[in-house]
């Protein structure tokens, strides 16, 4: 699996001494801290381009005003690959619908949030983009970091830098568990500061509309 930090990254931090055994420890900890950070989230790291599809229905999902936020099933959203919305009465009917890019669209993509009514182009000229109600929705768009191959594996590329200090943090403070009791699954994530950095990074949004399953 890839990893949110280098082994490099993290010994440089914490000045730690390199051997074999250490390495093998950081990178434990880096797997450990990755895969527990994309649960957190609730977003996949790993670069991918996929299709959410959504039924838009104020009778079943009622909204007023503003069209509801679309909550994509990922986040870090790349909006200079795939980042295309098509709508059409019927859910078979989308495959052949001209589509729109997102990227000129109220969005947040770090979090994977659209927004789209007529009022909510932010990059003209581009026709004004409105989704009727009882209607069904596709965003087609690519997600995710690439990597880089270090001496220890892949790399992500190019993360925030909020998530690079917090993968820091976790991973050391993982590391010093796996080093002082030998256990290869820490659970408890009790470091400084993570929830403070965290907190507002949570994929959570109640009020916005999920993807199909």
Not at 9 to 14: N, P, Q
Request: a negative charge; one cysteine or more; aromatic letters at 10%.
């Amino acid at each position: 699996m890839s990893l949110l930090i280098s082994v490099a990254k993290l010994l440089k931090r914490y000045s730690i001494i390199e051997s074999t055994e250490v390495n093998s420890l950081a990178v434990s900890a880096i797997q450990s801290t990755t895969l527990q950070l994309e649960g957190i989230i609730r977003t996949s790291f790993a670069r991918s381009t996929t299709a959410d599809q959504y039924w838009v229905n104020s009778n079943e999902r009622p909204f007023t005003g503003e069209f509801p936020k679309l909550l994509l099933k990922n986040g870090f959203i790349d909006d200079t690959a795939t980042y295309e919305v098509k709508t059409a009465t019927e859910l078979d009917l989308l495959s052949g619908q001209t589509a729109i890019n997102a990227k000129y669209l109220k969005r947040d993509d770090e979090k994977g949030l659209l927004i789209i009514t007529g009022t909510d182009i932010i990059s003209p000229p581009i026709t004004p983009f409105v989704i009727s109600d009882r209607s069904f929705v596709q965003i087609d768009y690519t997600y995710g970091f690439t990597t880089t191959t270090t001496e220890f594996g892949e790399v992500y590329d190019s993360i925030p830098v909020w998530l690079e200090e917090l993968a820091l943090q976790i991973s050391f403070w993982v590391y010093r568990e796996l080093l002082n009791c030998g256990s290869k699954h820490s659970k408890s994530f009790k470091v400084p500061s993570m929830s403070s950095i965290l907190d507002s990074h949570i994929r959570f949004f109640p009020s916005a509309l999920p993807a199909l399953i």
